[in-house]
């Protein structure tokens, strides 16, 4: 009876704890699936978002450029989920703009501008309207790729990014699709210009494929990812140390870090280069870019740089519509009208006024 009795009370002790413990793991389990859903939700606002921007490219500058959106193809993944699969193995399919000035002259031969965007992940939007702009001005065709890993396609090509890496050889496909598929596109006189990861990417297409590109602008560039683990937080870091991506943290996998990040690459620099960076960057820390001019110093490279100081704007100092920035952006295009030599010349931030409002 005695036993009966204790048996009883130590169920009654232990049933809070039971429940407990099962509701704590059914919560965990909404949690989990709520989670999930808010993904699935967010990429279908991305996709939504990049349809309507698609739309607002035609209404910002498409009374000075014809624009096209066409499909292409880099190399294969770097990591397969499951090797055997039917199409493991395939080329990942991407998508980039093409930006062609009115009134060029097709018998005649033209410069072209790749123009990757930033990240870690984002994709070509209306933000680049104005550059977009004093670009056709200038008669440079452009092309910008929503390489591997970009927002405004869904989960899974969001999945597919691989930052440093494979990422370059999707941009550096826009650029030979260009080539091959546009007469009037001057395979000798290429130029890579970009911002941010951009910049980044300008950087590795530049000291992987040197033969391809006259010129190179990186602006506010990602220059050394070791670094930028340190001073970033958990969830940045967790950007790069997902499964589906590099999937290790810097710690666990310095070389590889290292392998993606411009400032440890700077010994395979033989194209002409212009950074440009802001020491209150709230992106980009102006170290990142400091270690990537002084390893560029200790390599001996000749190369161009200016470390503008406390400019308004942080990060998008130069790509604003001040008269500062304009006046930025007229160095710019003048450093890459040396290699490429446009039919238009931007010589002052007058001009730069006359791509924006003609």
Not at 48 to 61: G, P, R, T
Not at 88 to 96: E, L, S, Y
Not at 182 to 211: K, Q, T
Request: hydrophobic residues 40%; proline residues 4%.
């Amino acid at each position: 009876m005695k036993s009966s009795v204790r048996f009883l009370a130590l169920i009654f002790i232990l049933l809070p704890a039971i429940t407990f413990s099962q509701n704590f793991e059914l919560l965990q389990k909404e949690i989990s699936e709520l989670k999930k859903s808010k993904d699935i939700f967010n990429h279908r606002l991305d996709l939504l978002e990049k349809q309507i921007d698609d739309i607002l490219w035609y209404h910002k500058v498409g009374d000075v450029a014809f624009i096209d959106k066409v499909y292409l193809t880099g190399p294969p993944l770097a990591k397969e989920k499951n090797p055997t699969a039917q199409g493991a193995g395939n080329p990942v399919k991407f998508w980039a703009y093409v930006f062609i000035p009115k009134g060029i002259d097709y018998s005649k031969k033209y410069p072209l501008i790749v123009l990757p965007h930033g990240g870690v992940h984002a994709n070509f939007t209306t933000y680049y309207t104005h550059i977009i702009r004093e670009l056709m001005y200038q008669k440079y065709i452009v092309v910008a790729a929503d390489y591997r890993g970009s927002t405004g396609y869904g989960k899974s090509f969001y999945e597919k990014i691989d930052y440093g890496g494979l990422e370059i050889e999707d941009v550096d496909a826009s650029r030979q699709f260009m080539i091959d598929n546009y007469e009037f596109v001057d395979a000798n006189r290429v130029g890579i210009v970009g911002w941010s990861h951009g910049g980044l990417i300008a950087l590795m297409c530049v000291f992987n494929h040197p033969e391809n590109y006259k010129v190179c602008f990186a602006g506010v560039p990602v220059s050394d990812l070791i670094a930028r683990m340190g001073y970033k937080d958990d969830e940045y870091r967790k950007l790069f140390s997902a499964d589906y991506h590099i999937g290790k943290t810097a710690d666990e996998d310095v070389n590889e870090y290292k392998r993606r990040s411009p400032a440890w690459n700077a010994h395979k620099l033989q194209t002409p280069l212009l950074i440009h960076t802001n020491t209150n960057d709230e992106d980009v820390n102006v170290l990142e870019v400091e270690h990537l001019i002084k390893s560029l110093k200790a390599e001996n490279k000749k190369f161009e740089y200016e470390i503008f100081q406390n400019l308004s704007g942080g990060h998008s100092f130069d790509r604003m519509d001040t008269k500062t920035a304009r006046e930025i952006r007229v160095k710019i295009y003048k450093f890459l009208d040396k290699y490429l030599n446009p039919s238009v010349k931007i010589n002052n931030i007058q001009d730069i006024n006359k791509a924006a409002y003609r």
